[in-house]
T-cell receptor
Framework: GENVEQHPSTLSVQEGDSAVIKCTYSDSASNYFPWYKQELGKRPQLIIDIRSNVGEKKDQRIAVTLNKTAKHFSLHITETQPEDSAVYFCAARYREYGNKLVFGAGTILRVKS | DADVTQTPRNRITKTGKRIMLECSQTKGHDRMYWYRQDPGLGLRLIYYSFDVKDINKGEISDGYSVSRQAQAKFSLSLESAIPNQTALYFC???????????FGSGTRLTVV
């Protein structure tokens, strides 16, 4: 069935270190993978996305990698800062339900200063 | 700025009551969605609509109904609220498949 697994569920890093969050999906036809950041009490906001025709995409300190063969994709945050503390959700577009996005359960990232 | 607005922001209601959550958008997107967020479960799809005449069930539609009154408005109703419908509800819009969603400000619903 449709499922996106996200790990870890919580992640604590020291300011300046890197953080990596990994997601796996099950639909081999999935071709769009966005990442959302949700700060406390706020709505999820799209921070980066990747399509299946590329293997990596970067935007300043954030990067996403995609391994279609293994059906997993990862978010990499370098030089973490306290303002990176938030809940991060991955998602994959599934053919069922009108190509909707299926979300992972989320990762709570805490950046300690 | 174009946005997605939800009302109310917070609501406490009693078991058995009917309640409507409203969503309006000025982004001009055709696709609208209702998601429910629970701790540790991520965002789960309740209903979605690709235009005014199109309504589709998501993975957890039982106990909910929706109405797409116009391209810009998509309402979610709980006909008879129950405590396990206590959650954070988000409306979202999308310009089309293969694009991310813009989420609304959210409605925190508590059923007592």
């Amino acid at each position: 069935g449709e499922n996106v697994e996200q790990h870890p569920s919580t992640l604590s890093v020291q300011e300046g270190d890197s953080a990596v969050i990994k997601c796996t999906y099950s639909d081999s036809a999935s071709n769009y993978f966005p990442w959302y950041k949700q700060e406390l009490g706020k709505r999820p906001q799209l921070i980066i996305d990747i399509r299946s025709n590329v293997g990596e995409k970067k935007d300043q300190r954030i990067a996403v990698t995609l391994n279609k063969t293994a059906k997993h994709f990862s978010l990499h945050i370098t030089e973490t800062q306290p303002e990176d503390s938030a809940v991060y959700f991955c998602a994959a577009r599934y053919r069922e339900y009108g190509n909707k996005l299926v979300f992972g359960a989320g990762t709570i990232l805490r950046v300690k200063s | 700025d174009a946005d997605v607005t939800q009302t109310p922001r917070n609501r406490i209601t009693k078991t058995g009551k009917r309640i409507m959550l409203e969503c309006s958008q000025t982004k001009g997107h055709d696709r609208m969605y209702w998601y429910r967020q629970d701790p540790g479960l991520g965002l789960r799809l309740i209903y979605y609509s690709f235009d005014v005449k199109d309504i589709n069930k998501g993975e957890i539609s039982d106990g909910y109904s929706v109405s797409r009154q116009a391209q810009a408005k998509f309402s979610l109703s709980l006909e008879s609220a129950i405590p396990n419908q206590t959650a954070l509800y988000f409306c979202a819009t999308s310009v089309g498949q293969g694009y991310g969603y813009t989420f609304g400000s959210g409605t925190r619903l508590t059923v007592v």
